[in-house]
């Protein structure tokens, strides 16, 4: 339970992080609550820590109709952040609450649960279905790309090995709208068996759903039931694909249900 | 003459204000001059033979001192059972067997050199299922015979149950069954034929970890005159002491045992690490820290056996119980020495009265980690299959499942299926307290999905000689000398029992717990018995200098000692409490150079032949959530017959805490392998206890029936409470689904699959 031996750095701003991820097997450290576990097992022992905490980028505010999230931003900031009020982003507060324990919401960032893709992580299933996209730089530029085509697989996304989330930007629901997150958790680790995120907006509704697959992922519209018997789902030791897939519907019927009774709050 | 006003008042714990500030030195805090850092390396395979160990890269870690092998420690054992052989020799028998240790300057550097270690194994065939494991012709979990056969002091520690009748020579099974257990008594077959409703089923149990928060640890250092000190983690010094003296050879007065502040230990903590760390400090000539890891801990050490139970009871019209018959597998894992198929198939009969009873059994080897006692080893899984019956015998019958315990339930003098009487028992007394509870009232009236289950279960206790003195210094306070390690709170409980028993002010009296080169003897706190015997000696103790005090005032005011009391720290005549003195000026009388008085100082030992059995009876109210499976506890009632309650601040505590591991087993716990014999749930991100979010209220319902030999009345309290729980919570799941699970843990994904079959 002791790291292998590693170099440390501390970032004193975003172009001095890109600079010191060009070292190989570089890895960057926000609130290091999925980094230092894996470390202390030896299954990550990268040769330089790139600490990224004292960049700023925290912080939640809207601008332009759009709801900026700073990647640094923690899970008790978004619980008390006041952006985040609305019945239309309450799912974000409501997962956040599920998140760990007081001690990990304190530390843990939302940009570092975005850029670990954990598979059955929580939040991401919460920006997907808000519909997020993630601004992006690396040494070659600013870029931006939505979250949904970043989570490529367990542990795997689209950013580059230089590449840092700068921003988490999702677009503000129109008036009349809701959302929730709903969870069956595995009962040692927490992480969702099951997740579910829905969105419900006067246009239409939209639910994305976590710990069934390689990655969080946006149900297609259409009946609930038939895109999750459709939907590609796992299964484990603890949980069959049966099971989770029953699950699945289950989380998702009710976040769906408990978004559609918020946006009646919404004004 | 006893100040008994004191008794049953309740107070925190004296070790409370050090622990909750952080003042507490456990076993892995003292500093200690030119400490080394040892690391074991666990075997990657379940069976296996160790071909060769390349130690060079490992030896060349920079930071790393040694790395030892079997051959490199000073063993003079030649057994297989963990103190004889705490690094595989030869044969693996487990996946999670220390291997080797790397001894390193640092933390770090142990960790390196572990890492480094390079073990060529030769696998062979893993035995994993306990079932097929009894099959005449199955392989064997462990090749090498076992040259010694002895368990040294660890079997007998826990229960006070004997050990069963001759074996059936008609069975035939494989080499890896080690041990049969026949308990039978009458015609079971014609007692179950005979009888108006007969039911059965076959019950699981998984491996239980301990989960203490505090892992195995170890000190371990060889004073210049050559006495090897071990400053532990345990239970149990003098046990710790026995097991070095075996394992090295070494006369006893060369071992210093030092139990230091326990950080939990359920049954978990007798002599595991202590070889490995006093092997190294033998080897080396330098002190060694082990100090194993939460998923070293998962993997090396002693949870509790899986059990298969195939139970089958019946009963008349009325409710008498007819026969019971039981074939009781306990996977004993790579623990060749003991197992719990005795006290198991002993307590499966439960605190009943049967017409006939035949009970089978079997201790069996496999390729698992050893099996190691966890509290009331082998009672909750007993009760959670005989309990589960019950149940279905009422429903059966259409009687209530109460009032059926009720009219089975024995009293002092019925005959256990030990053949042994019953000493004072508060079955009836519970279940009595349980069925007037508002809550067993309300199941007739709950919400769709939510159940009300009982249960009863109960542990027999144990004896085991011990003793204790009493020193009162000149400021009036007394200290209580003990070797029981404090567990669960027992020197608190010493305390007020040397205060009540002298005339002293609880808060006057400091508890010391002694090592092995100085301490009055006391076995292992384990069994539910220190409380009770410990604590008998501990009265006795303060008796002694009371007596003392006594003597001296009766010289001082010249009053015969009869007229005379001992009130809150103050000699005084009985009658005219203006004639005294002070314990503390009396005290100063005697211990001074020309002092007139002995010191004012008692030694006290007790030697108990009756048991105390504690008996606990739960209630427990359930939601099932029909479309998910996830089982929520919504309350929980516990009333246990705890003799009397010395402290009830403790003796909720423990109710309280075992009525929640009872919950664990019932819905999370499961250590799981693979079938190749390793460990898939070794961190607790697999391992699920239960967390406080998940644990309800618990409301605790104190019996008094008074155990005739215990101080006060006091019996051993600790296991009782866990063994009916989980069964409770069986019987509330079985009504709130309206399907019954007959495997633990009911986790979420078994409650769906069972609603649906």
Redesign the interface.
């Known amino acids: 339970m002791i790291p292998a031996a590693t170099a440390y750095a501390r970032a004193t701003d975003l172009d001095h992080a890109l600079e010191l991820l060009a070292e190989p097997d570089a890895k960057a450290i926000a609130g290091g609550q999925s980094l230092i576990p894996v470390m202390k097992l030896r299954i990550a022992r990268p040769s330089l820590v790139v600490d990224i905490s004292r960049l700023g980028l925290r912080g939640v505010a809207e601008r332009d109709g759009e709801l900026h999230i700073g990647p640094l931003t923690t899970w008790s900031d978004l619980i008390d952040a006041e952006p985040l009020g609305r019945p239309a982003l309450a799912a974000i507060a409501e997962c956040a609450r599920g998140i760990g324990d007081v001690q990990v919401r304190n530390l843990g960032t939302v940009g570092g649960s975005v850029a670990h893709a954990d598979p059955a992580s929580d939040m991401p299933a919460v920006l997907l279905a808000l519909g997020a996209r993630l601004e992006l730089r690396s040494p070659a530029g600013a870029r931006e790309a939505a979250l949904a085509d970043v989570l490529l697989g367990p542990f795997t996304t689209a950013l580059g090995l230089q590449e840092l989330v700068t921003d988490i930007v999702i677009p503000l629901p129109e008036t009349g709208s809701g959302s929730a997150y709903a969870s069956v958790e595995h009962p040692a680790s927490g992480f969702a068996l099951a997740g579910a995120a829905a969105l419900s907006t006067p246009a239409g509704e939209t639910v994305a759903l976590t710990g069934v697959g390689s990655t969080p992922f946006v149900l297609p519209e259409g009946d609930l039931r038939e895109a999750i018997a459709a939907a590609e789902i796992f299964g484990d030791r603890f949980a069959s694909d049966v099971y989770r897939r029953e699950l699945a519907a289950v989380v998702a019927e009710r976040a769906l249900a408990t978004a559609r009774e918020r946006a009646k709050e919404d004004a | 003459m006893t100040d008994t006003t004191l008794i049953g008042v309740a107070r925190p714990r004296v070790d409370a204000p050090d622990k909750v500030t952080g003042a507490t030195r456990f076993a892995a805090d003292g500093y200690v001059h030119g400490l080394l850092h040892a690391r074991p390396v666990l075997a990657t395979e379940a069976h296996a033979r160790i071909r060769g160990v390349d130690k060079d890269a490992a030896l060349a870690t920079p930071g790393v001192v040694a790395v030892l092998l079997a051959a490199d420690l000073p063993i003079a054992s030649t057994g297989t059972d963990r103190t004889a052989e705490p690094l595989a020799r030869e044969e693996v028998v487990f996946a999670g067997q220390p291997v080797a240790l790397i001894v390193g300057e640092t ?2 550097a142990a ?2 050199g572990a ?1 480094a270690l390079v073990v060529d194994y030769e696998p062979l065939e893993a035995v994993v299922d306990v079932e097929a494991a009894m099959e005449p012709g199955a392989a064997l979990a462990r090749t090498v015979e076992d040259a010694e056969e002895d368990g040294g002091d660890l079997e007998s520690i826990h229960a006070g149950v004997d050990h069963g009748q001759e074996d059936d020579p008609r069975e035939e099974l494989s080499g890896n069954v080690l041990d049969r257990i026949t308990r039978e008594n009458g015609d079971v077959t014609a007692a179950l034929a005979g009888s108006d409703a007969v039911v059965e089923g076959t019950f699981r149990t998984p491996w239980v970890y301990q989960a203490y928060l505090e892992p195995q640890v170890c000190t371990a250092w060889l004073e210049p005159s050559g006495t090897l000190v071990v400053s532990t983690s345990t239970q149990g010094s003098f046990v710790t002491r026995g097991e070095l003296a075996r394992a090295f050879d070494l006369p006893l007065e060369r071992i210093r045992v030092i139990a230091e502040p326990l950080g939990g230990a359920f049954g978990g903590k007798f002599a595991l690490v202590e070889p490995l760390a006093a092997g190294a400090a033998l080897a080396l000539h330098r002190p060694v820290r082990l100090v194993l ?3 070293e801990d998962f993997q090396a050490t002693n949870p509790a056996s899986a059990q298969v139970t195939r139970l089958k009871i019946g009963a008349r019209a009325d409710g008498t119980f007819t026969g019971i018959e039981g074939r009781m597998i306990v996977d004993r894992g790579s623990n060749a020495g003991w197992g719990v198929e005795g006290i198991t198939s002993a307590l499966v009969a439960g605190p009943y009265r049967w017409a006939a009873h035949d009970i089978r059994g079997y201790g069996v080897q496999t390729n698992r980690f050893p099996f190691g006692a966890y509290r009331a080893p082998g009672a909750p899984t007993a009760a959670f299959a005989l309990e589960s019956l019950l149940d279905e015998l009422a429903q059966k019958l259409g009687l209530d499942p109460i009032e059926m315990r009720l009219h089975n339930a024995v009293v002092e003098g019925d005959l256990a299926i030990t053949g042994s009487p019953y000493p004072t028992i508060g079955a009836i007394e519970v279940l009595e307290r349980i069925r007037e509870h508002s809550l067993w009232a309300a199941r007739e009236s709950l919400p769709d999905g939510e159940g009300i289950g009982m249960a009863l279960g109960h542990w027999p206790g144990g004896n085991e000689p011990a003793a204790a003195v009493c020193r009162v210094d000149t400021d009036g306070t007394m200290t209580v000398v003990t070797s029981a390690a404090d567990m669960s709170g027992v020197n608190t409980g010493f305390a007020v029992i040397a205060a009540a028993a002298f005339g002293l002010s609880p808060d006057k009296v400091r508890v010391v717990t002694a090592d092995t080169s100085s301490g009055p003897y006391a076995g292992a706190s384990g069994g539910s018995k220190v409380t009770y015997t410990v604590g008998k000696a501990v009265l006795r103790a303060a008796e002694s200098a009371r007596e003392k005090v006594l003597n001296a005032a009766s010289q001082e005011l010249e009053i015969a000692p009869d007229d005379l009391e001992v009130v809150d720290g103050v000699v005084r005549a009985v009658g005219a409490p203006d004639r005294s003195i002070t314990v503390e000026e009396l005290a100063k009388k005697a211990l001074r150079f020309g002092g007139r008085y002995e010191p004012i100082e008692g030694h006290g030992g007790s030697a108990q032949t009756m048991g105390a059995p504690s008996v606990a009876a739960h209630l427990s109210h359930v939601r099932v959530d029909r ?4 089982v929520r506890l919504l309350r929980h009632v516990i009333a246990q017959d705890v003799g009397r309650a010395l402290n009830p601040a403790l003796v909720e505590g423990q109710m309280r805490g075992g009525a929640t591991q009872g919950m664990g087993w019932a ?2 716990e499961q250590l ?1 392998h693979d079938e190749d014999g390793r460990l ?2 070794g961190s ?6 239960p967390t406080a979010e ?1 644990v309800p209220e618990i409301e605790t319902l104190i019996v008094e029936v008074p155990a005739p030999d215990g101080p006060f009345g006091a019996k051993g309290i600790g296991e009782a409470p866990v063994v009916g729980a989980p069964a409770a919570i069986a019987n509330a799941v079985a009504a709130a689904a309206g399907t019954r699970l007959y495997e633990l843990p009911m ?3 078994r409650v ?2 069972a609603l649906r079959s």
């Open positions: 933390e770090a960790e390196d890492e890891t939460r998923s479309e998910t499976g996830e819905l999370f799981d898939l749930t607790f991100l697999d391992y699920a206890i998940r986790t979420a994904p769906w699959a």
